[in-house]
């Protein structure tokens, strides 16, 4: 199956600092990649669509200033989260889709997880 | 607003017990329904997936899910669980908008722990 990566898959930061994670597609082209937050025991909560040369669509309720989605390429879409906060603690996971597999109910791949943890 | 509900939040099966894990969600279109697993330490993986036709579909490693239209709801199930099955599982559904924008909503999820 098609596998995507996210980078880092920790990664510890200090109050006010920024992060970049990465999201890639291995071995297909994604035109849209969605970045969810993970909250323990809860769901997945979808954050923003992030299409590839244009602006992310983001869900209601999530800041678009502090979430900064960037899809440059077809195998590659980045989240920042800006001067970050105790309270952005999360586990944040990517999901692409195939491009190539467009109108036939194509399926979204998870990449594993970043765990960020703000102090 | 769409909502995804997982109603049994923690089970604890013995191996070799029959296993069902439901699924219900609230809106009244057309949806994709999917079910994903994720093992400890792992990223989430389909099981398995219904867009149309045969309402009960059958997916990787054993498993089952029926849908039912009249009820919402889409249950998973195996017949007869193993250790390795331990894992989280997420229902998750797909509205299907003519003006494209189909999001995936998650449930909460359901930790299964199967005991030897």
């Known amino acids: 199956g098609a596998v995507v990566s996210q980078h880092p898959s920790r990664v510890i930061c200090k109050s006010g600092t920024s992060v970049k994670i990465e999201c890639r597609s291995l071995d297909f082209q994604a035109t849209t990649m969605f970045w969810y937050r993970q909250f323990p025991k809860k769901s997945l909560m979808l954050m923003a669509t992030?299409?590839?040369?244009?602006?992310?669509?983001?869900e209601q309720g999530v800041e678009k200033d502090k979430f900064l989605i960037n899809h440059a390429s077809l195998t590659l879409s980045t989240l920042t989260v800006t001067s970050a906060h105790p309270e952005d603690s999360s586990f944040y996971i990517c999901s692409a889709r195939d491009r190539l597999a467009f109108g036939k109910h194509n399926e979204q791949f998870f990449g594993p997880g970043t765990r960020l943890t703000v102090l | 607003a769409q909502s995804v509900s997982q109603h049994n939040h923690h089970v604890i099966l013995s191996e070799a017990a029959s296993l069902e894990l439901g699924c219900n969600y609230s809106?009244?279109?057309?949806?994709?329904l999917f079910w994903y697993v994720q093992y400890p330490g792992q990223h989430l993986q389909l099981l398995l997936k219904?867009?149309?036709?045969?309402?009960l579909v059958k997916g990787i490693k054993g498993f089952e899910a029926e849908f039912i239209k009249s009820k919402f709801s889409f249950n998973l199930r195996k017949p007869s669980v193993q250790w390795s099955d331990t894992a989280e599982y997420f229902c998750a559904v797909k509205r299907i908008l003519t003006g494209g924008g189909n999001k995936l909503t998650f449930g909460t999820g359901t930790q299964l722990k199967v005991e030897l």
């Open positions: 809106y009244g279109g057309t949806v994709n």
């Open positions: 992030s299409n590839e040369g244009s602006k992310a669509t983001y």
């Open positions: 219904y867009f149309s036709g045969d309402p």
